[in-house]
């Protein structure tokens, strides 16, 4: 099984080699919003370019020539302008908003052809030549950097450089990845996944989680903080001075560390859950169009679900768990009994869930996590055809459900479905 971590490193950096770096962002950047331009067409997203190939032969020469980027710098920033008209162009076809990318935030792309690691350095290649930079580690030495920068296990793949303007520190996004042997795999080479047991994750206002063993992940803690920061700034907003304006920037730091430990906090609890309860696969509904399905969701719940989603599928790997993802149409208008799954707008009232054919009452969200879970079972018993069947035939691998009421503020295990 492949093993995906990516490693925050602060850099040190010279003068000199600060001054270099900047310059490379701002060649990295003007290149990708080039790209953009000519990749992306307000007409109709058929005219738009994303194929790779077809921008760099249109534009790799005027832009080599233009700038002092190295040749693979110059090709990362078109490939990273095609990949945001691709993404822009997906929202198109799917009738939602969205406008040409723009580039404007500090980072440059970097591979092991425009860059060399080592366990305690990287040398990144810049618009004057080489940039060798030692990795800054705290006193305490957390966990992750020793674990996915020094320990030779993990290779390194590729990177990110972002830049800190509130405390002027350049900071190495460390993508690593290694190979677990224990994997056992059938002749053909492919992973049994026969007798795998799936563990449901709804997503949600109220509740930030919900899965399908009955565990709640309450958002109220998340939605107060958030509040809290927001009253903040505004009072900080008001204040038209320097100090105010560095202030407000440092709070912005602090909520965004904040809103990332919170969400690491929680893929580690669903992960954990996941693997107490011996389930193989954590499956989530898909995020494409969330905002039209929860449309009382604000921007920081969205990214909140983005960000979750990200966390448990590089956490889970290293517990033998995968993340999948399946579609969400219904799985909240649909009863989970595994005898009844009739299907209906009414059956959903708010936060509870009550089906009209069988009178099946329980938590919406949580009957929501037990459908997630049986899509995805059921699609595994159609692809592999051998997997064992629940008493009642219904599910296709054993799909870790409890039935029962549940009251959404603690996590009860109740009679089976």
Not at 171 to 187: F, M, N, P, V
Not at 323 to 348: I, M, Y
């Amino acid at each position: 099984m492949e093993v995906c971590r990516t490693a925050v490193v602060k850099l040190a950096v010279s003068d000199e080699q600060r001054d270099d770096l900047h310059e490379t962002a701002e060649q990295f950047l003007h290149c990708a919003n080039v790209a953009a331009e000519f990749c992306w067409s307000d007409r109709h997203y058929d005219d738009c370019v994303t194929s790779k190939a077809k921008a760099e032969h249109a534009l790799y020469p005027d832009l080599k020539a233009d700038t002092d980027l190295t040749a693979n710098l110059v090709q990362k920033a078109i490939r990273r302008a095609v990949e945001a008209v691709k993404s822009g162009v997906d929202r198109w076809k799917k009738g939602r908003r969205t406008n040409q990318p723009q580039f404007d935030s500090w980072s440059v792309v970097y591979d092991k052809r425009s860059a060399t690691f080592s366990r305690s350095e990287v040398s990144l290649s810049t618009v004057n030549g080489r940039a060798g930079c030692e990795f800054v580690f705290p006193v305490d030495s957390p966990t992750p950097y020793e674990r996915y920068v020094v320990n030779d296990e993990f290779e390194f793949r590729m990177a990110t450089v972002q830049y800190d303007d509130v405390t002027d520190e350049f900071y190495l996004h460390l993508s690593t990845r290694k190979y677990d042997g224990d994997d056992e795999e059938d002749a053909d080479g492919t992973t049994d996944t026969e007798h795998q047991t799936v563990l449901g994750i709804d997503l949600g206002v109220n509740s930030l989680a919900v899965a399908s063993t009955g565990r709640f992940w309450q958002g109220d803690d998340y939605d107060h903080w958030t509040r809290e920061f927001e009253k903040r700034r505004a009072a900080m907003q008001q204040r038209e001075t320097q100090h105010g304006h560095n202030a407000l920037l440092r709070l912005g730091k602090r909520e965004r560390a904040w809103r990332k430990q919170y969400v690491h906090t929680v893929a580690n609890e669903i992960v954990t859950e996941a693997t107490e309860t011996e389930c193989d696969v954590i499956v989530f509904e898909e995020l494409d169009g969330i905002r039209e399905r929860l449309p009382f969701a604000q921007w920081h719940h969205i990214w909140a679900f983005r960000r979750l989603y990200e966390y448990v599928t590089y956490k889970a790997p290293e517990y033998g768990v995968e993340a999948k993802q399946v579609p969400p149409n219904h799985t909240s208008q649909r009863c989970s009994r595994l005898d009844c799954g009739f299907t209906h707008e009414d059956n959903r009232d708010g936060e509870q869930f009550c089906c009209q054919k069988c009178g099946y009452e329980v938590n919406a969200d949580y009957n929501a996590a037990k459908n997630i879970g049986l899509r995805y079972a059921r699609k595994r018993q159609h692809k592999l055809r051998s997997s064992p069947k629940s008493p009642n035939g219904d599910a296709p691998v054993d799909v870790r459900i409890n039935g029962g009421a549940l009251n959404g503020t603690s996590r009860r295990h109740i009679a089976a479905d």
